[in-house]
């Protein structure tokens, strides 16, 4: 991802953080959101998806959204303080790829089951146009949880 005012230099440190985040894409002219796996692999996201919700196919060949945040924990020790937030969102034309096997052992163990189904993984390469990296600081502990 080259550095200009569309792309975030932080974005691939903090996308390597994170495990897991949720892709958007238009169904029907309605937003739509699920979570899939990803990597970075060179200027590239590669995701992980079930193949059985069939969400690949509304993916493959159009402009789709890729979001990862710190707000579930997904990252590991050092990823965010507790008093901050961080969000990426990669904004590309996502089209359905075979990995490369250092991908794959990136990407790691492929899931058991999915919805009780077992997991069939489909891969989709997002080649990202626009990037931003959003942070907030100085969160209060009472804020940082839910009220009541």
Request: with cysteine; charged share 25%; net charge positive.
């Given at each position: 991802?080259?550095?200009?005012?569309?792309?975030?230099?932080?974005?691939?440190?903090?996308?390597?953080?994170?495990?897991?985040?949720?892709?958007?894409?238009?169904?029907?002219?309605?937003?739509?959101?699920?979570?899939?796996?990803?990597?970075?692999?060179?200027?590239?996201?590669?995701?992980?998806?079930?193949?059985?919700?069939?969400?690949?196919?509304?993916?493959?060949?159009?402009?789709?959204?890729?979001?990862?945040?710190?707000?579930?924990?997904?990252?590991?020790?050092?990823?965010a303080a507790?008093?901050?937030?961080?969000?990426?969102?990669?904004?590309?034309?996502?089209?359905?790829?075979?990995?490369?096997?250092?991908?794959?052992?990136?990407?790691?163990?492929?899931?058991?089951?999915?919805?009780?189904?077992?997991?069939?993984?489909?891969?989709?390469?997002l080649r990202?146009?626009?990037?931003?990296?959003?942070?907030?600081?100085?969160?209060?502990?009472?804020q940082a949880?839910?009220?009541?």
């Amino acid at each position: 991802m080259p550095t200009d005012k569309h792309r975030d230099p932080r974005a691939l440190d903090l996308l390597r953080r994170t495990r897991y985040g949720r892709i958007s894409v238009s169904i029907g002219a309605l937003p739509f959101v699920t979570v899939a796996r990803h990597t970075v692999s060179g200027a590239d996201v590669l995701l992980r998806l079930h193949r059985g919700h069939g969400y690949h196919r509304a993916c493959d060949g159009n402009v789709v959204a890729y979001g990862v945040d710190t707000a579930g924990g997904d990252g590991p020790a050092g990823a965010a303080a507790a008093d901050e937030f961080w969000s990426v969102q990669c904004v590309g034309t996502a089209r359905a790829v075979r990995p490369e096997p250092d991908e794959l052992t990136r990407l790691g163990p492929v899931p058991r089951l999915a919805d009780d189904a077992p997991y069939d993984p489909v891969y989709l390469r997002l080649r990202p146009r626009f990037v931003t990296v959003h942070h907030i600081a100085g969160i209060a502990a009472s804020q940082a949880e839910h009220s009541p």
